[in-house]
Each structure stands twice: as C-alpha cells, then as structure tokens.
C-alpha cells in the first residue's frame, strides 16, 4: 500500500517555493522601507538597523538557496546557464553586503549601494520566480523534502547570523 501514509502535509510553508517566495516578499519590503526612510529625515541609526536587517536576511536566504536549494534544482534542470547566472548574482549581492556592513549611513555611496542591492534582488526574485521556480516544478524537484531542510537551516543560520545571544541549551552542568 503506497497510499495513505502521509501525514496531513498539506502545501504548506515547508514548502521550498513557499520559504524563498516568503523570503522575496520580505525583503522587498524592507527595501521599499528604506526607500522611505531616505526620503525622510530619518536617523542614521535607523538606517542602520535596517539595513543590518536587510544584510541579514538575505546573508541567510543566499546560503539556504546555494547550500540546498540550488544543488538540488541544478542536478534537476539541465540550464547550466541559469544556475550559473544565480551564483554570480549572488557573488555581486555579497559583495554589496560585505561593503555595506563595514560602512556607516551617511557615508560615501551609501544609499546607492542600499538601492542598487535592492535593484540586484528585485533581479535575482524575477529570475527565480518566472524562470528557475517553473522549471523545477517541471523537473518535479522534491520541494516538500527541500523546504523543510531549509527551513531547520534557516533557524540554524538565525541564532549564529541573528542579534540575540545563543543561549546554552537545558542546563548541561559545569
Ligand atoms: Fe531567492
């Protein structure tokens, strides 16, 4: 019997389009923030704080997708070329985060860097979403297995890339 052994998994965020599509909709929206918040006269701490947020978030979205999500979809599709044009994509957004993680608001090029690491993501959701997404599903790539991988990594990359201090766990005594 093959039927019936699942457990009621629905479609659900364990999803691996679900996860990276989440990830999209959140980043875009922290950089629409920032946006505004150049526009205003916000502080340079508030700034940072965001843009601290932004570099987070998508340090971690880039190493789920190259650590698992990418390796799986390349083996998958035969498109060399889109997967190569990912990797490199992603080398140019690090690129922009190591530099603005080292700088201050108000300093030389900041707010450039800031939008055109936005403009760099807004490409690299499009290419994913119209072009990488719709050719693993074709390859019916195992996304359910896929997302829930990233997802345990996600909370792993969360506590070592996050702000909060790692806490130990229970208390395993001195
Ligand atoms: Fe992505």
């Known amino acids: 019997m093959t039927t019936a052994t699942h457990k009621s998994a629905t479609k659900s965020e364990h999803d691996a389009y679900a996860l990276l599509t989440q990830d999209h909709k959140k980043v875009k929206k922290l950089f629409g923030d920032f946006k505004k918040l150049s526009k205003s006269d916000a502080s340079d701490e508030a700034k940072a704080t965001l843009v601290g947020q932004i570099c987070m978030e998508l340090t ?3 190493q789920i997708e190259e650590e698992i999500f990418y390796p799986a979809v390349r083996a998958a599709i ?5 997967m190569d044009e990912a990797d490199v994509e992603h080398d140019g957004a690090k690129n922009l985060i190591a530099q603005l993680r080292g700088m201050r608001p108000g300093e030389d090029h900041y707010d450039a860097k800031v939008t055109v690491l936005g403009e760099n ?12 997404f719709p050719k693993a599903k074709k390859a019916k790539v195992d996304t359910a297995t896929l997302g829930k991988a990233m997802l345990k990594r996600k909370h792993e990359l969360e506590k070592t890339e996050g702000a909060e201090p790692v806490k130990a ?6």
Do not use: F, N
């Open 60 to 62: 971690i979205h880039a």
């Open 121 to 132: 993501i807004d490409h690299h959701v499009k290419e994913e979403e119209e072009k990488m």
């Open 169 to 174: 766990t229970k208390s395993s005594a001195r």
């Open 78 to 82: 035969s498109d060399e070329d889109l």
